[in-house]
Nanobody, 120 residues
Framework: QVQVVESGGGLVQPGGSLRLSCTAS????????MGWFRQVPGKQRELVAS???????NYADSAKGRFTIARDAGKGTAYLQMNILRPEDTAVYYC??????????????WGQGTQVTVSS
């Protein structure tokens, strides 16, 4: 069993910054990738940023230039540094961990989500 736990959400004013953290733990042979997604009521969950074990990153257009994803592979932790936040960044942010339980079986797990609210 794998647990993914996020932290770091909260209320911030427009133009401010937040740093989200996510740790995956449990029956993990190795982590293939970790990513951050967000969802607002009535809309589909969307990718914000992801990073593979090799360090390849992928960002949503809305996140480019403002958000940075980083990983501490040794700790199974991923971070999302969010700068110049806008009201439209308000959402529940979810962490996803894609991992192997052995040398060939790929799984993924989601965290419970953390609320980010950007408002004055």
């Amino acid at each position: 069993q794998v647990q993914v736990v996020e932290s770091g959400g909260g209320l911030v004013q427009p133009g401010g910054s937040l740093r989200l953290s996510c740790t995956a733990s449990g029956n993990i042979f190795s982590i293939n990738a970790m990513g951050w997604f967000r969802q607002v009521p009535g809309k589909q969950r969307e990718l914000v940023a992801s990073m593979t074990s090799g360090g390849r990153t992928n960002y949503a257009d809305s996140a480019k230039g403002r958000f940075t994803i980083a990983r501490d592979a040794g700790k199974g932790t991923a971070y999302l540094q969010m700068n110049i936040l806008r009201p439209e960044d308000t959402a529940v942010y979810y962490c996803n961990a894609e991992y192997y339980v052995d040398s060939y079986s790929l799984r993924d797990a989601w965290g419970q989500g953390t609320q980010v609210t950007v408002s004055s």
